[in-house]
């Protein structure tokens, strides 16, 4: 059993760490165990024999979902549980299984605590997440090989992209996706839309025939402004696209933008160049997968601040313009970028 409850962006992360399980055990049932709607990213994906649902976040009916989750982990009978999650709930939920007779033999999780009996080195202080879930992985002895996310694209998804592409004339290598939004509640990580626009600006000088702007209903305002701002050469599929039909669309891209936001987790599982534009979060924890990814960020005293409240100057962001995220797009020297900042730029005072 694989457990990984999570948003998007988690979960996207996590399928490194699942591919490299499945195979290590390329005979075994997997069974993987996730919150709705993500189960949805995994219908009749090959590495798992099922895929069940837990909607531990549930308003009503949380503690009926919980009993009968622990009813069916003790009828499965287990031989060995990968706790991708490995938070309290998680870890206490497993434990109450062990107290009430489940004899479930290997216990794999990233703390080097009860109830795992296999984990990663306990001073691991790594702030990605994906690094501490192979720590549990290498010490039972699986390869942890995967570099970047892995999933498995429906026929039906892969159809849908490709008349995308063929409807908006979309090459492939000659147009750019940019990922402009994130939730609603994660506001503070958005670039901006005159960012976006100057970018796809400059883009479509020489670089590419069309910028795709993806999104959901949350950045429906950003991607018309960004549409409003630059004119022809932005395709707008806002709205047009299920969460799959990004991938396949991703792996034609030359080149992908976003800000720190489950989507661009999704399309990184795609070897195009991506540069993802941090501010309020700490790169180093929330980058995507992948050697083709570069995240980018002011040299600030502020940064990883994680504000979700009002920030009266949103320096971070600001201070990073679209020929620093051109720059990071060719970048060859590290998983981040720092942009350097002159303290006048800051918008901050002395103290």
């Known amino acids: 059993l694989i457990i990984k409850w999570s948003a998007l962006g988690d979960v996207a992360m996590s399928t490194c760490a699942m591919e490299d399980v499945a195979r290590a055990f390329p005979h075994a049932k997997i069974e993987l165990n996730n919150l709705p709607p993500r189960d949805k990213l995994f219908l ?44 309290d709930r998680s870890r206490f939920m497993l434990m109450f299984l062990q107290w009430t007779g489940n004899a479930t033999r290997y216990l794999i999780g990233n703390h080097a605590s009860r109830p795992y009996n296999i984990y990663g080195p306990a001073e691991l202080s790594d702030p990605n997440p994906v690094q501490r879930m192979r720590a ?16 498995h694209i429906p026929e039906h998804n892969k159809k849908h992209a490709s008349e995308l592409q063929k409807r908006y004339g979309l090459t492939a ?24 626009a100057e970018l796809a600006r400059q883009l479509l000088l020489n670089e590419v025939e069309h910028v795709v702007l993806i999104g959901g209903k949350d950045e429906v305002e950003d991607c018309r402004r960004i549409t409003e701002l630059v004119g022809d050469g932005i395709v707008n ?38 540069v993802v534009v941090c501010g309020p979060t700490d790169p180093y924890r929330v980058k995507p997968q992948g050697d083709n990814v570069i995240a980018i960020q002011a040299d600030m005293p502020c940064i990883n601040c994680y504000c979700r409240q ?42």
């Open 173 to 196: 290598g000659r147009y750019a996706i940019f990922y402009p939004g994130c939730q609603a509640a994660g506001y503070l990580k958005r670039w901006g839309e005159d960012k976006y």
């Open 44 to 87: 009749g994906d090959p590495r798992f024999n099922s895929v069940s649902k837990i909607n531990i976040r549930a308003k009503q009916g949380k503690w009926s979902a919980i009993w009968a989750w622990m009813q069916q982990v003790r009828h499965e009978r287990y031989d060995l549980i990968v706790d991708l999650q490995s938070n």
């Open 136 to 151: 549990g992985l290498i010490a039972a002895g699986i390869p942890v090989n995967t570099p970047r996310p892995v999933l």
């Open 237 to 274: 599929l806002c709205g047009e696209t299920e969460v799959l039909d990004i991938v396949p669309l991703a792996h034609d891209a030359k080149y992908q933008v976003g800000n720190d936001t489950g989507t661009a987790h999704l399309a990184a599982s795609s070897s195009q160049p991506m």
């Open 310 to 351: 009002d920030c009266e100057h949103r320096s971070c962001m600001k201070a990073i313009q679209p020929e620093h995220v051109i720059e990071a797009l060719h970048y060859k020297d590290g998983p981040v970028m720092i942009v350097p900042v002159h303290k006048t730029q800051q918008g901050l005072s002395d103290s």
